[in-house]
């Protein structure tokens, strides 16, 4: 009974190829998040969704592409992977305001 | 949005209490202070959060000073299990996490 659950949990790819991480939520959350964590081990926020609205885009390349198709839902689309992304991404999500994330447990992304 | 200091890493003994202390000298009126605890290969769990004064639950207390510009995790009689990153956040709806404290607890 996974509150947040992402899937894969790895993913080993090549250069150039495109994939995408999926997210679910099943605490009835209205707020949705995608993090990356690096090797240096920062959480850094990249996206944010309410509502299936796009609230908050950081400074992320275009490659990267959020969907949620409902308030349940949050993917993420990498196009034309590089080295540079391979890191750790966390999906969490939030009743939003000041409230605490619940996150889920990551995809290990591997580019090579 | 407010930026936190830690330190870096701590170590501690099993049975003992360990407080964590976070400062943030910017935070804003309506900025909550929360903590998160991440193990190895986990995604970062919710600990405590708190606006003023103390709050306490199961797991762990958090003190917060009236001028709110650093706050104090407190673990009670931690264990080998308790050995994780701890990260303080200041915000409201968007969470910026920092480097976070390594806590290394020996036997």
């Known amino acids: 009974d996974t509150a947040v659950s992402q899937t894969p949990k790895y993913l080993v790819t090549q250069m150039g190829n495109d994939k995408s991480i999926k997210c679910e939520q099943n605490?009835?959350?209205?707020?949705m998040y995608w993090y990356k964590q690096d090797s240096k081990k920062f959480l850094k926020i990249m996206f944010s969704?309410?509502?299936?609205?796009?609230?908050i885009n950081e400074t992320v390349p275009n490659r990267f592409s959020p969907k949620s198709p409902d308030k349940a839902h949050l993917n993420l689309h990498i196009n034309s992977l590089e080295l540079g992304d391979s890191a750790v991404y966390f999906c969490?999500?939030?009743?939003?305001?000041?409230?605490?994330?619940?996150f889920g447990s990551g995809t290990r992304l591997t580019v090579v | 949005l407010a930026k936190t200091t830690q330190p870096i890493s701590m170590d501690s003994y099993e049975g003992q209490e360990v407080n964590i202390t976070c400062s943030h000298n910017?935070?804003?009126?309506?900025?909550?202070i929360t903590w998160y605890q991440q193990f190895p290969s986990q995604g970062p769990r919710f600990i405590i959060q708190?606006?003023?004064t103390k709050v306490t639950n199961e797991v762990a207390s958090l003190f917060i000073p009236a001028d709110r510009k650093s706050s104090t995790l407190s673990l009670p009689r931690v264990s080998l299990s308790d050995t994780a990153v701890y990260y303080c956040?200041?915000?409201?709806?968007?969470?910026?996490f920092g480097q976070g404290t390594e806590l290394s607890v020996k036997p």
């Open positions: 956040l200041v915000g409201f709806g968007k969470l910026i």
């Open positions: 708190g606006y003023k």
């Open positions: 969704y309410n509502n299936k609205e796009l609230i």
């Open positions: 605490l009835g959350h209205d707020t």
């Open positions: 910017n935070i804003a009126t309506n900025d909550y």
């Open positions: 969490a999500s939030s009743r939003g305001g000041g409230y605490g994330y619940t």
